[in-house]
C-alpha cells in the first residue's frame, strides 16, 4: 500500500504544479527547461552558500546546461532571455564589464520550492523522508537541495536511457503533463480506459491542440496509448507504459530521498549563513 499511495501523492502534486498556470509551463514544464532552470539555481545556490563560489553569469549556464542536457548555447540564451521576463532572473553588473551576474528571483527559489515539495511528499508514505515544518515553509531550502543533487551528466543520461518511454513524455511539450492527466484519471476510475479533453488538457498546460494530438499519435506508435473513441476522448493506457511509470517513479524517488538526506545536513547550517 505504500508504494500506491506515495504514486498517487505524486502524480496529483506533480499534475497541479502546472495547471492553469500559463507561462509558467514554459519556464519549466519539459525536461530540457527544467535542466537550465534547475541549472542557474545550481550554480545560484553554490555561491549563497559559499560566497567565494563564482557567481551565475550566462556563459557559466550555457556550459552547465550543454554539460546536463546538450543544450545549445542559443537555447539557453532564449530560455535566459524568456525566465528574466517572467520574472525569475534579474541581471546585475559583474566586475568584468564584459559579463553580467544572472541572479535568480525570490520569485524563482519559490517555485523552485513548490516543485521541491511536490517532489519529497510523496516519500512520506515510503518511508524514505519526512519533511519539517521548517523546509516545508522555507523556501531556499530548496537552494540546498540543489547543492546536494549531485548526479552527474552521464548518470542522467543513464537514468533516461533506462525509462524511454517516460523519456518520451518528459522532453516533450506537453507531454509529461499529458501523461500525468491520463494517470489521474486511471487512478481515479480503476480502468485502463480512461476519459481524455484534447482541448481541455492543450489550454491548462499552455500547449496547442495540435501538440498534444502529435502526441498523442507519436505514443500510439510508441504502443504506449490507444484511441478508443474518435477525436481521443476516451484513451487506453498499455500496461507497459503503467509497469514502466512505477519502474521510473522507484528509481526517482529513491534518488530524491538521498538528495533530500544529503541538503538537510546543508541546510542546519543555512540560518547562520
Known sequence: MGFEEARAVYIEGASALYRNTGLLNKAVNTLPRHVIFGCALHVHAQHVFDPSAPALTLTRLQKLSADYG???????????LLL???GFLETRPASDRRQRILEP?????GEDHRWLMSQLEPLEPLGLFHLTEAERSTPAFALAFRIAWAATPDEMAEFMARHPSITFFITRDGGYSMLLELLRE???TGSTRVPFDVLGIASAFCVSKSQIWNLLHAAQTLG??????????????N???LVDFDAWLKEKLVGMALAATRARATWKDYPQK
Not at 546538450?70 to 535566459?80: C, E, I
Open 186 to 188: 486511471w487512478q481515479k
Open 239 to 241: 500496461e507497459r507504459l
Open 84 to 86: 528574466r521576463k517572467l
Open 105 to 109: 528571483t525570490d520569485k524563482m527559489i
Open 70 to 80: 546538450g543544450l545549445s548555447p542559443g537555447r539557453v540564451a532564449a530560455q535566459t
Open 224 to 237: 504506449l496509448v490507444a484511441a478508443e473513441a474518435p477525436a481521443w476522448r476516451q484513451v487506453s493506457l
